[in-house]
């Protein structure tokens, strides 16, 4: 008898056992997905600008907190696959300009057209940009979008207003068509070049009041080309 009570009790937590199991595997199937969490990255965007030597608004820009790269190269012109010497002749139509790539959630656009009107280049030089005189000089943003667009043409009329600028703005502003990439040699050319002469007279400077006058944007750290 007792072997047969041992025999039953056994049985017993083998049926609880499996009824048990029975259940959790119900309970998985019927409950509802959990969604892993995931992480949202906003999209990069792109501007190009143009003031002047492509060496010194490069240099500006790759010290920008929130820009991803900045890149020497030509824009604005008609001719297909410029080269430096012949955008050089002023030829061609294109300015030497640089295109930013940045990330909208760390830095704005806005902010960026305060760095590049006020401590990249002069936007009151026509044609011309220190030293260096021809079209290829210019002053312009080549806008990706309306929206770029419309915040170049409001912010330049509001430097206009507010006599912040004193003589009259001749920056272009024109959708970018194509941007060509400049000849390696130009890319990181004043960080890799700080004593030549051209560099320390005319584009340090320029870095240097950027650190002087925009700390919270200032990054140590160079941006790719």
Not at 55 to 70: E, N, R, T
Not at 162 to 191: M, W
């Amino acid at each position: 008898m007792q072997a047969i009570a041992i025999t039953s009790h056994y049985s017993e937590i083998a049926m609880i056992k499996t009824a048990l199991r029975a259940i959790a595997l119900l309970s998985l199937a019927v409950a509802p997905a959990v969604a892993s969490p995931t992480t949202v990255t906003a999209p990069l965007d792109t501007v190009v600008f143009a003031g002047g030597c492509f060496w010194g608004v490069q240099g500006v820009f790759q010290h920008v907190k929130g820009v991803v790269s900045a890149t020497s190269g030509y824009a604005g012109g008609t001719v297909g696959k410029p080269s430096y010497e012949l955008v050089s002749t002023g030829a061609t139509g294109h300015a030497e300009s640089v295109r930013v790539v940045y990330d909208p959630a760390r830095v704005s656009y806005q902010q960026l057209l305060e760095v590049f009107f006020s401590v990249a280049h002069d936007p009151t030089q026509l044609n011309r940009q220190g030293p260096d005189h021809g079209t290829q000089y210019r002053s312009a943003v080549f806008y990706q979008n309306e929206a770029q667009r419309k915040a170049t043409q409001e912010y330049i009329a509001q430097l206009t207003r507010s006599g912040t600028v004193k003589r009259p703005i001749v920056t272009q502003v024109a959708p970018l068509a194509t941007f060509y990439t400049a000849e390696a040699y130009h890319q990181d050319y004043a960080t890799l070049h700080p004593n030549e002469p051209y560099i320390a007279y005319n584009d340090a400077p320029k870095i240097a009041d950027l650190k002087e006058r925009y700390v919270s944007l200032w990054s140590d750290k160079l941006a790719a080309h």
